[in-house]
């Protein structure tokens, strides 16, 4: 029979931390979604409500308005490989090709890294289609290609968007390159104290900026405005390089729904004298369309 290593010895919990534990994006995973009955949707309800009015002494009461909205999500990113390796392989390569070597070369180089292109190149698509609409809520998004003299100046505009969310709910992913520019920035002055220099360590990356934490993404090939997910992910040709993403945490709704692992040995399947790996893995994310405007994207123009 085939060993399920989501519910074996409670290894479901263990791959849902290992997935978190290596994602860019861990602080945008939901951690609870209630879901129709086991199904791949969930609703979001928003409550809102008029405001205060003038209380008259003769009248009374006024008479308020709520409005009670739902918005249903449903998950798109259903992704499985099988990988087959015949008992001899893993004997000649002394245990190089077990199993154990090949899950988690899928699982660091593919899974990990796939979950988190979709989820910046979903958020840049949502922040481009919203602020391109006509409601009246809209993210942010613009194009332009940032430097020393100018990457400052664009950070705290993006900032702006979404500082009405208080400085702690706020996440800030950066490209390698606009926090090189960032550090080496003409638009302020920086002082280097001892506590920037170690005995043997000069550390001068900005690590915040207003209160809000700023994530440098050194995985550029995840920090894509768009992505080829036929096999594997690959940077679309009309994609741009992200610069950043400010996205407020609380709006975002990211989850991955199902890990499913599975190994079959020799003999407990009819595809040959080997082993037999099988790994799916079901997500998606999403930013509510009355919190939209808690989400900020600046891409490159020219790359």
């Not at 001892?194 to 900005?206: E, H, K, M």
């Not at 690959?234 to 709006?251: E, G, M």
């Amino acid at each position: 029979m085939a060993i399920n290593y989501v519910t074996k010895d409670n290894m479901g919990a263990t791959l849902d931390r290992a997935i978190v534990q290596g994602l860019i994006t861990t602080e945008l995973e939901t951690p609870n979604i209630n879901w129709f009955d086991g199904a791949k949707s969930f609703t979001v309800r928003s409550l809102s409500t008029s405001g205060s009015k003038a209380h008259t002494r003769n009248k009374g009461w006024n008479a308020g308005t709520y409005e009670d909205a739902k918005e249903v999500f449903t998950l798109t990113q259903d992704r499985d490989i099988e990988f087959y390796v015949d008992q001899q392989d893993v004997d000649e390569t002394n245990q190089e090709l077990s199993m154990a070597n090949i899950s988690k070369t899928y699982f660091d180089e593919h899974v990990v890294p796939e979950i988190d292109a979709y989820r910046f190149s979903k958020l840049a698509t949502i922040a481009k289609t919203s602020s391109a609409g006509e409601a009246a809520i809209k993210a942010g998004y613009k194009e332009e290609d940032l430097d020393k003299s100018s990457v400052y100046t664009a950070l705290k505009d993006g900032l702006k968007k979404v500082r009405q969310y208080g400085p702690t709910n706020v996440i800030g992913y950066v490209s390698s390159d606009v926090m090189d520019a960032l550090e080496r920035s003409t638009e302020f002055t920086r002082s280097i104290t001892n506590q920037n220099v170690g005995t043997t360590a000069l550390d001068s990356r900005v690590t915040s900026v207003d209160g809000v934490l700023l994530k440098e993404v050194y995985a550029t090939d995840r920090f894509c405005t768009g992505f080829d997910f036929a096999e594997g992910y690959k940077k679309a040709s009309d994609a741009k390089d992200l610069n950043f993403i400010f996205a407020v945490k609380p709006n975002v709704i990211a989850k991955v729904k199902e890990q499913a692992v599975y190994l079959w040995a020799p003999g407990e399947h009819p595809e040959g004298d080997g082993y037999l790996y099988q790994n799916r893995f079901y997500h998606d994310l999403f930013v509510t369309a009355k919190k939209v405007d808690g989400l900020y994207v600046s891409a490159s123009v020219s790359k």
